[in-house]
């Protein structure tokens, strides 16, 4: 069995999808938040973050994006991604990759803008340039969109709530909604889906 180290509102909300989709079962651990973490959790998570995923043979693994990617690979059936041969599984390794690297670190920039300057009085300049990181990294995402009902191929992939679950940490979500219609369109589609009603009423992602 799994086992997934978590919190609400985290990246955990992604993984619990995969894990729900795939039918796969899994024990939950609540990670709190502070600074003086468990050793035994440092040992598997040596930045104290979450989300954290213990596979079934006890090693475990981290980053949200990297967790997505082992279960669609051990779920082929739960079809969680493109399949490895498909032309669209490059597309998903492309997003999810430029997703991970690019605007979850503006994310992060954003709400700990003091691990990212040694300067107390610069933490308004790393906010500010988190946000048009954001907002540059949204709009080639809103552009990928265009004519298409999913970031990849014909089906909704790991790879949509990802980009969904990221969106709605955008600091300003009106903006957000406006500013990219094609993101918007999608993000609507999974507010309305059953599984992300019952996830976003534990992570309190977007407004019910």
């Not at 799994?2 to 796969?24: C, D, I, M, Q």
């Not at 596979?55 to 059936?77: K, Y």
């Not at 597309?91 to 803008?113: E, G, I, K, T």
Request: aromatic share 10%.
């Amino acid at each position: 069995m799994y086992k997934l180290y978590t919190r609400p509102g985290s990246g955990g909300f992604v993984v619990e999808a995969a894990l729900a989709l795939a039918n796969a079962p899994f024990e939950q651990i609540d990670v709190p938040k502070t600074d003086r973490p468990d050793p035994a959790f440092l040992a598997i998570s040596p930045l104290n973050q979450v989300p954290v995923l213990t596979l079934p043979d006890g090693r475990s693994i981290t980053e949200s994006a990297a967790i997505c990617v082992l279960l669609a690979e051990r779920h082929p059936d739960a079809r969680l991604a493109p399949a490895i041969d498909a032309p669209a599984r490059a597309d998903f390794l492309r997003w999810m990759a430029f997703m991970s690297s690019v605007l979850y670190p503006a994310v992060l920039r954003f709400y700990y803008a003091n691990r990212y300057t040694s300067d107390a009085d610069g933490t308004k300049a790393v906010k500010q340039a988190a946000v048009a990181e954001m907002d540059r990294g949204f709009a080639v995402l809103d552009t990928a969109l265009e004519g298409h009902d999913w970031l990849v191929g014909d089906l909704m992939s790991l790879a949509d709530i990802y980009l969904v679950m990221l969106v709605a940490w955008h600091p300003d979500v009106d903006k957000a909604r406006t500013a990219w219609p094609n993101i918007e369109r999608l993000w609507a589609r999974l507010r309305d889906h059953p599984l992300m009603k019952k996830l976003n009423t534990a992570h309190e992602m977007w407004p019910i």
